[in-house]
C-alpha cells in the first residue's frame, strides 16, 4: 500500500465547478505538499501545509494532522485549471528528517471543461 | 535566479549507451534528488543528495549513479541504458528545513530504443 494515496484518479469537471481533490497518508509527517503538473510540463509547487488551511487564489488547501487526511479545492474552475494535481510527503527517518526525500501520490487527472 | 535547471529536455537513447542528466541550482539549496515519473506509477526517488559529498540510494537506484561535487550540481549518469528506463526524469531541490517547500526542474523525457 502506497504511503500516500489520492482520489479520485480521473475528475472530470464542468467550467465554474468546485472541485475537491483528496489526499490520505499513513506515515507522520512534518508538511503536506500539493503539486501542479500541466501536460508535457514541469512540476510546480502550490501549498506546503503543516496545519489549517492556506489560500492562493481560487485554490484552498486544507490539513487534518489527527486524521493524516488533506484536500485541495479549486472554486470556479477554469478549462486552464486542467492538470495533474500531486500531493506529496516528505520520506522522514526515525528521528523526524527527511533528507529532501518526498513519497508522492498516484496524481489527479483533472479535466475541466468549457 | 534561475530555480532548477535540467538538461536536455529531450532525449533518445540506443540500449547500452550511457549519458548524463544535468541538474543544477542556483539557491544554495543543501538537499537535492531525482525521481523518474512513469504511467500508472507516480514519482519515485532514484537517488538524493544532503551535501556535497554526501549521496544515497533512494527506492528505484539501479542503472543509475550520481555524484554530488558542488552544491549547485547534481547530475545522474545511465550507465547502460535499457528500455526499461524510458521515463520522465525531475530533479528537485530543498533547504535543510522541515518547513521549506521544493523547486523542480522542468524535466527530461529519455526514450531508449
Known amino acids: 500500500k502506497n504511503e500516500v494515496e489520492q482520489s479520485p484518479q480521473n475528475l472530470t469537471a464542468q467550467e465554474g465547478e468546485f472541485i475537491t481533490i483528496n489526499c490520505s497518508y499513513s506515515?507522520?509527517?512534518?508538511?503536506l505538499h500539493w503539486l501542479q503538473q500541466h501536460p508535457g510540463g514541469g512540476i510546480v509547487s502550490l501549498f506546503m501545509?503543516?496545519?489549517g488551511k492556506k489560500k492562493h487564489g481560487r485554490l484552498i488547501a486544507t490539513i487534518n494532522i489527527q486524521e493524516k487526511h488533506s484536500s485541495l479545492h479549486i472554486t470556479a474552475s477554469h478549462p486552464r485549471d486542467s492538470a495533474v494535481y500531486i500531493c506529496?510527503?516528505?520520506?522522514?527517518?526515525?528521528?523526524?528528517?527527511?533528507?529532501?526525500?518526498?513519497?508522492f501520490g498516484q496524481g489527479t487527472i483533472l479535466t475541466v471543461h468549457p | 535566479n534561475a530555480g532548477v535547471t535540467q538538461t536536455p529536455k529531450f532525449q533518445v537513447l540506443k540500449t547500452g549507451q550511457s549519458m548524463t542528466l544535468q541538474c543544477a541550482q542556483d539557491?544554495?539549496?543543501?538537499?537535492m534528488s531525482w525521481y523518474r515519473q512513469d504511467p500508472g506509477m507516480g514519482l519515485r526517488l532514484i537517488h538524493y543528495?544532503?551535501?556535497?559529498?554526501?549521496?544515497d540510494q533512494g527506492e528505484v537506484p539501479n542503472g543509475y549513479n550520481v555524484s554530488r561535487s558542488t552544491t549547485e550540481d547534481f547530475p545522474l549518469r545511465l550507465l547502460s541504458a535499457a528500455p526499461s528506463q524510458t521515463s520522465v526524469y525531475f530533479c528537485?531541490?530543498?533547504?535543510?528545513?522541515?518547513?521549506?517547500?521544493?523547486?523542480f526542474g522542468s524535466g527530461t523525457r529519455l526514450t531508449v530504443v
Open positions: 506515515v507522520g509527517i512534518s508538511a
Open positions: 543528495s544532503v551535501g556535497a559529498g554526501i549521496t
Open positions: 539557491m544554495n539549496h543543501e538537499y
Open positions: 528537485a531541490s530543498s533547504r535543510q528545513r522541515r518547513d521549506y517547500g521544493y523547486t
Open positions: 501545509l503543516s496545519s
Open positions: 506529496a510527503a516528505p520520506l522522514a527517518n526515525a528521528g523526524g528528517t527527511s533528507y529532501g526525500k518526498l513519497t
